[in-house]
């Protein structure tokens, strides 16, 4: 079977994230002063073709752990699944 | 009686590009340069190895983060683990925390300004193979260049970091004054480089292999470069 995850890799708490902030800091420009704590993370979303659906997230785990993310800056979340219906 | 040189190998990454300058520092400092390849499982039987500055495989992911699984890391990773010498300099700083050989990690410069300037080092340890030829609170003076320069690590990993030694070098003035404005990245204690707990892997962002002709800028990179050969000649001897 074919399923598909979407993986969130996010800076961790408290990591000083520059590219939140200059996001943060131009939206006063076009019209949005009331917005703070903008942080940019990464998505990825990825099929995997399995035997079944825990042994696709058990990989897609892995992938996430050692390439993905960092573990030293990032957190990685593996989001809910939907198995694909057609090819690509 | 034979005069033995150093023989220090230069890998060269898809968008490596400071390989060039690196295997020149080499070769002017009186070591012999010796080319490698990212894709290789060879590393030619070298006294050292250098990863060098530039890019990898585009940094599309983080910084050195696909060339940390590059096939001549598996090599370099038991070169490091038999005690031989590893330099990693800007990218190849990178790529060695990303391969886990260094602690902690490279995110964007805190000003996200690419930085593009001489500076100041303070040396911290002369226990590593970039320093052996250094004193404790030597300053050199060296080139940084990058965009992701900024040295992050997890609380744990600073708490070691500082206990154990490892920084060997941080951005200081002139005069060797540890201080917020030296700092040309936003890194952490100032952190320019570290070694492994062994000691004999050393990264750093500056660039010593463009500081050690007098000719185009300061010479900052001439101690680091002869201490590296020492190494490499120490251990091709032991």
Redesign the interface.
Known sequence: MRCRFEVLVTL?PG??D??G??VEASLPAIGFSNVTDVRVGRHVRLDVEASTEAEARAQVEEVARR??S?P??EDFRVLETTETDTGP | MTIATPRVGVITFPGSLDDRDALRAVETMGGEGVELWHADHDLRGVDAVVLPGGFSYGDY??CG??AG?APILDDVRAFADRGGPVLGICNGFQIL??AGLL???L??????RFVCVDVFLRVETSQTPVTSELVPGEVVEIPVKHGEG?Y???TE?LQEIEDEGLVVFRYADARGEVTERANPN?SIDNIAGVRSPAGNVVGLMPHPEHAVDPDVGPTGGQPVIASLLASALAGASA
Do not use: D, F
């Not at chain 2, 995110?107 to 996200?112: F, K, P």
């Open positions: 961790k990591l000083a520059p590219q902030k200059a390439l993905l960092n030293v800056i | 992911l983080r983060a696909i699984h925390c990303e602690p902690g990690a995110i964007r410069n805190a000003s996200l900024q992050v690590a997890t990993q936003g």
